[in-house]
């Protein structure tokens, strides 16, 4: 009988804590969502960035690629390696 009462009384409790939930959801996540993006605004930003400099290997077919272009020419793969 007790068990019966007690698990009676946990259904009750937590039919009452998702009711609660249901009802005060708006206000919650209102509350949830500005502190997220108090807490995402905080702290130091990001300046700049990194940027790799191009390899000479790069540059060498950017400038095979020029010179057959200037010359109406198609690039072969194999000039590019």
Known sequence: MWFALGYIAGLV?????VAA???FKS???????STA??????GPRPR???????DDAE?????????NRAKGQDTNISELQ
Not at 13 to 17: E, P, R, V
Not at 27 to 33: C, T
């Open 59 to 67: 540059v060498a077919r950017d400038r095979i690629v020029a010179e």
């Open 21 to 23: 939930l249901a009802y």
């Open 48 to 54: 700049g960035g990194i940027y790799i400099p191009r």
């Open 13 to 17: 409790t937590s039919a009452l804590i």
């Open 37 to 42: 993006k108090d807490l995402h605004n905080a």
């Open 27 to 33: 206000p919650i996540e209102r509350f949830v969502d």
